[in-house]
Each structure stands twice: as C-alpha cells, then as structure tokens.
C-alpha cells in the first residue's frame, strides 16, 4: 500500500539525520536493508530468514556474508507480525524493535525477551474514551472490542472510569477471529443495529477485529457515530464505496509531535535525485500519473513528468505529509537503536573496525535498549516498552471521505488524559452523513434543572426517570442526582433551579389588609368613644338609669380598649409587642365580659327583688357589680401572669409557613395557658349568655336582657369559629383572623346592647320619659 511508502521514507530521513549529528555515533555510519512481508505472517518469517542467511540460500543457522553489519530489526507492523518472527530472531538474541500497537502479550518478557515495542501501551485511552464522551454528553455507548487480553483490559479499565462518570455501555461484542455459525455475522450486526445507542467505540488493531472490516465491506453501521484509535487501519481492505461509511469517525491518535525537516526532506525527493531508490520511481508515476522515461506512441495518454513535482504535492490519498503514528514509532525507533549503540561503543570502549569486525554484538544492545540510561542512570525518555502513563497524550482526528477517492484525517482536538485536559474544536468537526449535528447518545432524557434522577429497578445508572425537586430544594444543572437544600433565608423559583432571598412580611399598616382592619378598629373606638359620650350627657334620663350606668360606663371604655387593643397585632412585632398584646387583650376584654355578666345578674336580681324587705337588695348595690368585675379580671391577671412567668410569648422567625417569606410574628409560648386565658372568658361569655337567655322574657321596659343574649350569641358565634381558622392558617393572615375576630365581637356586643338605647336617645327623646315608663309598668 503506498501510504506505508512513508515508513520506508522515515527509516531514510531517521538515518540521513543521525548520519549527519556530529555528536551521535562520530565516525559511524548507518545503513539499513529493507524487507517486505506483504502484511503476511509466512512472508515475514522468510524475510527474517533471508536476512539471517544472506543473499544466498535461505538456510537456518548459516550466513553467507562474511559481514553482517545489521545489529536489530524494525518490526513488524502488528502484534501479529512480531510474534511471527519473534522465534526466530529470539535464537539469535537479536533485538526486535515492534512499531505497531502495543500487545499485552508482547510485555511477557519471558517468551519475548528480546522485543521492545515501540507503540504506546493506550494505558490512559479509556480516561480520553470517557473524558470526549462527557464532552459531548454521550453517557450511552456501544462498545467492540477484540476477543484477546488486550480488549479485555480495555474493557475492565473502561467500565471502571465510566461508572465513576455516571456513564454506561449499552452493549459490549467481541470480534471472533472468524464468524464460524452461519449467519453468526449477520446476528452480529443486528444486535449492534438495534441498540439504543447513537455511538459506538471499536477497539482493537487492524488483525484482531478484521472481521469488522470485512462485513463493513457489505454492510454499514447506519444511524451510528464511530470511534476508534488508530490501531485499527480500517482502510486497509477498504474499497472507495466502503470509506464513505467512515466519514465523520473520529480517532484517537498518539499524539505526534511535528518533526522539523521532515517536510524538506521530501521536498529533496526526486527519481533523478536518487536514482538509488527503487520505489521512488514507481510511486512517482503513479501518484503523479506521468512517465519518466520518454513517451511511447502506445503510452500517449501519460504526461511527461514535470521537474517541479514534489511529494509534498501528494494528496493525503497517497501519502501524509504528517508522520504518522506508526511512522513516529519508526523514527523513535530508529533513534533508540543509535543512542543504545552509542552507549555501547563509549561504555566498552570499542571503535567501528572492532564493531565490523564482529558481527554478533546484536546481543549486547539489549542491556542499553532498557529504559534506564546506563551512562548517566536517568530514564530514557524513548523507552523500550513506551512511554510511561503520564507522557501519554492524544490527537483527536476526523476521517473524512471526500469526492474522487480523497481521504483525509484531519485534527480536531487534543486530550492529556491524566491531566483531565480536553480540546476540541467542534466547528472542523464533520459529523456522520445521518447526524447533521453533534449525535445525542443518552438511555434517558437529560433532567434539566429543577429535576432529579431517579434510578429504574432493573436498569443501568444511565437509565433514569425525571423528579421534580421537593419544595425547599434545588437542583441548577442537569442530571443532578440530589436535589440541594436552600438556605433557611433563601426559597425555591417555581421552577426548582435557584435559591432567591426571602422577603421578611408582617402584617403592616402600608399593606391594603392592614389598612382595613387599623380603620375599623379606630372607627369602632371612636364609635364607642361617641356612645360613652351620649351616655355621660344623657346620664339622668330614664333610659340610662335603668341600665345601671355606672357599669355602662364600665363597658363603654373597655370596648374601646378592646378596639384599640387589636391595634397591638398590626406593624412589626417588637419583644415588647408581643409580651403585651394578647395579655392586654385578654385583660381588658375580660373586663367587658364581666361588665356584662354583672348587668346580667343585675337585670335577673332586679325582678327576683321586688317584695319589699327581700335579701336579694343588697346585692344590687353598685358595689357588687365593682367588686364582681374585680374578681373576674383578677383571675385573669393571674391566667396571665402565670402565662408571662412561665412561657411567655416571645418574637420570631418563621421561616417554613410560607416558602418565599421570612414572617415576622409572636409565638404564643405556652398554649396551653393561652387557651386557658381563652377558655376563661369563653366560661364568663357562656354564664352571661345563659343567664341572659334565661332572663328574655321578663317586662320590655326594664329589661335589657335581650340585647345581652344577642351580644354573647354574637361573642361565642365568632370565638368559635375563631379557634378552627387560629389552627388552619399562618403567618399574616392568623394574625389578620384575630384582629377580625377582635373587632367583629366588640362590635356585635356595642350594636346589640347600646344601638337600642341610643336610638331612643337620640332619636326617639319622647320616649325616653317617666311618665312613659310608669305607664308601661302599670300596664
């Protein structure tokens, strides 16, 4: 094959180089033979023997030249290849520099003593594998590999990276060396055919998956993104319409360093030039389809060669004007070999006659061939047995099949795997004719942000379902597999993916609700202010002497302490806030419950009271109402006291009721003495409405026991339905519930008791007489 004319053209330029480095072997020059084994196992045997023998019969063990110089031997081209001649050359201790791809089995030095390979041992290929498909997201991935134990430490090293990188393989083939069973080939095929998986990386060299390369022959892998390595020389057996089905595949390539002169020497190149070389010749005409001899009247159809071509005018077709890996591996070759002679002439102190004069010195090499410089003791940088794990580095190349049988790999990027350093420039990347655009190779549907994996039973890591983050938490990348917590001062967007700060919230004077409810409360204050105002002027009229003003008065002011008192729950709590809000309401609203349990039991006391000289008079003094109203708010006080000495209320944060704000109120501390302070005036508000109700039915005139009835029925409609919506809600809106519940009770008990009264005041003065009263009671 003339693109492996360049091996050949490397030996040379290698040899020119070093026949002209003063410093490298003075005094000793270079030659070469060159062999060809047709990239057969039974040819290269021959080949080694007819070197080994000399120009006259192939006879083992026996030379017919007098000189033989050659002290190592160049090859083979695969593994394959170098364990054909490897006995053989073994007999003689001559050293076997391989230049194909390195071979686990080759490193067994105990069966293959004397051979160094040359190639790279791939030790961190399956880290650049994984670290290229992370970079283009494809977490699920074919695999063929060959059927020997270098595959099978591909594959162990391989699964091991990708279970680190939550990455899966979706199938994994051997390549046999034969496809024995009938239709063994065509099953083979299928099963890759019908795998989810978009990509597929084929390992191994050109030998051992051969048979991949003669069913590419007849089938394609459509709707499938190849990557492979440069050990497998997929256009070795290629025709021009098979190379169509690897366009776009990318390949992993030891990284080859760009070797100055090299490009000047094939510019030197010319048949007329070197006449010595008898390939030259024969690839010029055919590459540059021109004669170099003069044109026959038969051979009219060929142009005369022109002076000015060069190969460096080649099209890659032919040959790379790049050193290839293998050719890399032949020029570190060739450089091994000098730089260990050299050592072995300096160390024995032998000179070039002695050298000529005994050829059997081939054995001696090996020692230098190690990696270890003999001279200085330092590690050679072109080791034996390749370069060690940290030197490797990879070229990223895209094969590419153009029109007129043009075929090229050009590079698009670059890894350093133990670095983790990936390049890629994905804009001279020429993807697959089926993907028009950079594959997408996934079992799942990525999860966005705001999403988690959830792993399928039964189903690799790869394959997941999508779960929408819980409240309070967060996921801000794809394929999380944990969603993060925000912070307590932080909430979730709705769409699950950022932490935003929370807005601290109380219910304030500037919000709408707060407005309404501060309103109300001072409107019903002023309100009652009013009616506490009407009472004082009208304080002599019958209407108000009846309904014991002294304990109207009494309740009169604390309603408007009571509205006022809901004034507490509104603006930011403070500590001191919320010490007193609740007890000063439940103070002062004790002392209007009392106020009205004491008319209550005035208003029965009265009409059980009327025979002269009964007892019950005594109890009708304004001194029992006072004293009655004391002893209630005095229990109060100490329900309160307790509660503040115990477990008070105290200001906090509340950070979990509402997710997207921080509430600024006052826990109750204890609730059990805050729903004993509640109880309480629940037990006052019931005794008064049942003794009210057990009074409705006595004289209109003298008898307010009706609106009294109203009012508790009002008071304990709206405690009871306070205490289920106190438990139901949170935050602004419990406080705005108490604040309503406040205000509507205060009011209810000031309609119903006192809009009767003031309307006869106010309104209807002329029944608000003696003369109309006596004539009621007479009646």
Known sequence: MLKHYQHFLTVQFAVDEINKDPHLLPNVTLGYQLFNNFHQSDLAVEASLIWLS??????????????????????????????????????????????????????????????????????????????????????????????????????????????????????????????????????????????????????????????????????????KMLVTTSSWDFSAEATDSMMTNFHGTLIFSQFRKKIPGFTDFLRSLHPRANPEDIFLKTVWQVVFKCSLSEISPVDMIRRACHENFSLTQVSPRYLDKNIMEKSSNIYNGVYLFARALHHMLQTEGKDVSELAANPLLSWKLHQFLKCVNPVTGIKDELCG????????????LNFRSLPDSIRTQVKVGE??????????????????????????????????????????????ICCFDCTICPDGKISNKSN???????????????????????????????????????????????????????????????????????????????????????????????????LLRQTTFAIVFTVAIASILAKTITVVLAFRATQPGSKLRRWLGTSVSYFLIFICTFIQMCLCGIWLGTYPPFLEMDRHSEASFIIFQCNEGSLVTFYCVLGYM?????????????????????????????????????????????????????VAMEIFSIVVSSAGILICIFAPKCYIILLRADRNTLEILKNKANS
């Open 415 to 460: 890894v350093i795997p133990h670095e983790k350093e990936l390049r890629i420039y994905e804009e001279d990347i020429d993807w697959p004719e089926d993907f028009p655009q950079i594959p997408s190779s996934t079992c799942s549907v990525a999860c966005g942000p705001g999403y988690r994996t959830q792993s399928l039973e039964g189903q690799p």
């Open 54 to 223: 000399g120009k006259g019969p192939t006879i083992p063990n026996y030379s017919c030249d007098r000189q033989h110089k050659s002290m190592v031997a160049i090859g083979g081209m695969s593994s394959t290849l170098t364990m054909a001649i490897a006995p053989l050359l073994g007999l003689y201790k001559v050293p076997q520099l391989s230049y194909g791809p390195f071979d686990l089995l080759l490193s067994d030095e105990s069966q293959y003593p004397y051979v160094y390979q040359l190639g790279s041992r791939e030790s961190t290929l399956h880290l650049a594998a994984v670290q290229l498909m992370l970079h283009f997201g494809w977490t699920w991935m074919g695999l063929i590999i060959s059927d020997d134990m270098r595959g099978e430490q591909f594959l162990r090293d391989l699964n091991e990276e990708m279970a680190s990188n939550a990455m899966c393989l979706a199938f994994t083939e051997k390549v046999p060396e034969n496809f024995l069973k009938k239709n063994e080939d065509i099953n083979f095929l299928s099963r890759i055919l019908q795998s989810s998986s978009k990509v597929i990386f084929i390992y191994g060299n050109t030998d051992s998956i051969k048979e991949i390369s003669h069913l590419l022959k007849y089938y394609a892998f459509s709707g």
């Open 682 to 734: 629940g037990f006052l508000a019931f005794v008064s409405f049942t003794l009210a109700f057990l009074a409705r039915n006595l004289p209109d005139t003298f008898n307010e026991a009706k609106y009294l009835t109203f009012s508790m029925l009002v008071f304990c409609s709206v405690w009871i339905a306070f205490l289920p919506a106190y438990q139901s809600t949170k935050g602004k809106a419990m």
């Open 480 to 578: 999380a597999k944990e969603c993060m917590q925000c912070p307590e001062d932080q909430y979730t967007t709705k769409e699950k993916d950022r932490c935003l700060p929370k807005t601290v919230t109380y219910l304030a004077y500037e919000e709408t609700l707060g407005m309404i409810l501060a309103f109300a409360a001072l409107c019903f204050s002023i309100l009652t202010t009013f009616v506490l105002g009407v009472f004082v002027m009208y304080r002599d009229t019958p209407i108000v002497k009846a309904n014991n003003r002294s304990l109207s008065y009494v309740l009169l002011t604390s309603l408007t302490l009571c509205f006022l008192s809901s004034l507490l729950f509104i603006g930011r709590p403070t500590p001191a806030i919320c």
């Open 385 to 396: 047995d390749g370069p060690s794990m940290t030197a490797e580095k990879y070229d990223i």
